[in-house]
């Protein structure tokens, strides 16, 4: 694996952990980004990477886009975000969560993980037996704090509307016609809320048995993995991994606006650019997909600290993802610049990077 500072997404991270224990069998890396609004809040990934150096570009990018979105949330949280590399059969015992808990508690509060791709609640309990910088934790029925999915579901929701209203003068979802990648948490409760609102659904996932339930469930059309992207609509709503949009994939676009919750959707900068280009309206992903950090958060503070927080509190700030958005696309416009280099100007600015 090469050095983290080599890579050319490292961004002057605070702090990057190599971490690994020999008797559990757990390598991972912890990446820190910035810690100048709060402890870096972001997920931990367990995933299995063909290439090393792959694990590394996550954690960089990764730790950075939650810098990001924690700020342009207002949350008082800095960026971080974890990795850990797992076998080809995706290998997770119960030896390794507590090694990963015990590097987590090692960091003294800096860094506060959760669930990511290839995580639980489960496992988040597991690791909380040995930290208490961990969110996400099981909840009650109408209590915060939980999987973040359905929260992160909902802010999409909300901000694939905006989007609609913005660049299709569409006063509601009736016959939209959205095509959604990915349907596992949060792009199944993506799918789920704009079919109870009438938009026209095409779904797609690598598990393609899931697609096709979900299609049967809502009234939806399914289509392989790979004709997803290229799929005409009028909404593209990527919410499965990330660096999807890139100079080969954006001419094949046939839709008006990209808007979903996949971190790291475009594959470098400047391929906002290339989007801003054909007139695709983009609603930057660490924005439109804040709402599970905000639950988990605010869940993690209220913990910490003997906050007040309830469900109204919640639900009130990812209910801001839409004027957010809103902002950014009118500077866009008033600029010229791409969407996505207005809202990391923005966030480099709250976290004192600008």
């Known amino acids: 694996m090469p050095a983290f500072w080599t890579e050319s997404d490292y961004d002057a991270h605070e702090r990057v952990e190599l971490v690994h224990d020999r008797a559990s069998g757990l390598t991972a890396i912890i990446a820190l980004h910035s810690t100048h609004l709060g402890p870096g809040a972001g997920g931990t990934?367990?995933?299995?990477?063909?290439?090393?150096?792959?694990?590394?570009?996550?954690?960089?990018?990764?730790?950075?886009?939650?810098?990001?979105?924690?700020?342009?949330?207002?949350?008082?949280?800095?960026?971080?975000?974890?990795?850990?590399?797992?076998?080809?059969?995706?290998?997770?015992?119960?030896?390794?969560?507590?090694?990963?808990?015990?590097?987590?508690?090692?960091?003294?509060?800096?860094?506060?993980?959760?669930?990511?791709?290839?995580?639980?609640?489960?496992d988040m309990v597991a690791i909380s037996q040995r930290s208490a910088h961990v969110c996400g934790l099981p909840s009650g029925e109408g209590e915060i704090g939980g999987d973040p999915g359905p929260f992160t579901a909902r802010g999409i929701y909300l901000g694939i509307k905006a989007a609609a209203a913005h660049a299709l003068g569409a006063g509601d979802m009736r016959g939209v016609r959205v095509a959604?990648?990915?349907?596992?948490?949060?792009?199944?409760?993506?799918?789920?809320?704009?079919?109870?609102?009438?938009?026209?659904?095409?779904?797609?996932?690598?598990?393609?048995?899931?697609?096709?339930?979900?299609?049967?469930?809502?009234?939806?059309?399914?289509?392989?993995?790979?004709?997803?992207?290229?799929?005409?609509?009028?909404?593209?709503?990527?919410?499965?991994?990330?660096?999807?949009?890139?100079?080969?994939?954006?001419?094949?676009?046939?839709?008006?606006?990209?808007?979903?919750?996949?971190?790291?959707?475009?594959?470098?900068?400047?391929?906002?650019?290339?989007?801003a280009e054909r007139g695709i309206l983009y609603a930057p992903d660490y924005v439109i997909n804040?709402?599970?950090?905000?639950?988990?958060?605010l869940e993690y503070l209220a913990r910490q600290h003997g906050a007040s927080v309830d469900m109204e509190d919640v639900q009130g700030r990812i209910d801001q993802i839409p004027g957010r958005l809103q902002t950014i696309w009118q500077q866009s416009e008033a600029t010229g610049r791409p969407a996505n280099e207005v809202a990391d100007r923005m966030a480099q600015e709250l976290i004192g990077r600008a």
């Open 45 to 122: 990934r367990f995933w299995h990477y063909a290439d090393p150096a792959g694990a590394m570009r996550d954690a960089l990018r990764l730790s950075r886009g939650m810098s990001y979105k924690n700020a342009m949330a207002g949350l008082p949280m800095g960026g971080g975000k974890a990795v850990v590399l797992l076998d080809h059969d995706r290998t997770k015992t119960p030896a390794m969560l507590a090694a990963f808990g015990d590097a987590v508690e090692a960091l003294g509060g800096q860094y506060v993980t959760a669930e990511d791709v290839g995580a639980s609640e489960a």
């Open 180 to 275: 959604v990648q990915g349907c596992g948490s949060v792009g199944g409760g993506v799918a789920r809320l704009l079919a109870a609102d009438g938009a026209e659904l095409v779904l797609a996932d690598i598990d393609g048995a899931r697609a096709q339930a979900l299609a049967s469930e809502l009234g939806a059309t399914s289509v392989p993995a790979d004709q997803i992207l290229v799929t005409p609509c009028d909404v593209f709503s990527p919410n499965a991994l990330g660096a999807i949009l890139t100079d080969a994939s954006i001419p094949q676009l046939a839709c008006r606006v990209v808007a979903g919750g996949a971190n790291n959707q475009l594959a470098r900068a400047a391929d906002g650019a290339l989007l």
């Open 290 to 297: 804040a709402g599970g950090i905000i639950n988990v958060s």
